[in-house]
């Protein structure tokens, strides 16, 4: 059974960083994609950032020059460094693991909020 487990969500004030993690088991395959969602309260779950296999980043306009997702293909991590947080990037974080652009698998979410 493939499971995703998220870490390093938490409480910091509008400026300051975090880093989350995710790691991947219950399969001998890499990812051909691994990102990460976000989902406010009354919003619905969108993409914050993702990374193929083979390197390709793709950011929400929203996050651009503030977050960094890394991953480790050996490993089945994924990584989000997120920088000079807003209020607005207040959500719960949901690590997101991909195959073939059918078959999806999600974590249970971490919670991030940013205070003014």
């Known amino acids: 059974q493939v499971q995703l487990v998220e870490s390093g969500g938490g409480l910091v004030q509008a400026g300051g960083s975090l880093r989350l993690s995710c790691a991947a088991s219950?399969?001998?395959?890499?990812?051909?994609?691994m990102g990460w969602y976000r989902q406010a309260p009354g919003k619905q779950r969108e993409l914050v950032a993702a990374i193929t296999s083979g390197g390709i980043i793709n950011y929400a306009d929203s996050v651009k020059g503030r977050f960094t997702i890394s991953r480790d293909n050996a490993k089945n991590t994924v990584s989000l460094l997120m920088n000079s947080l807003k209020p607005e990037d207040t959500a719960v974080y949901y690590c997101n693991g991909n195959f073939f652009g059918r078959y999806d698998y999600w974590g249970q979410g971490t919670q991030v909020t940013v205070s003014s």
């Open positions: 219950g399969t001998g395959f890499s990812f051909n994609a």
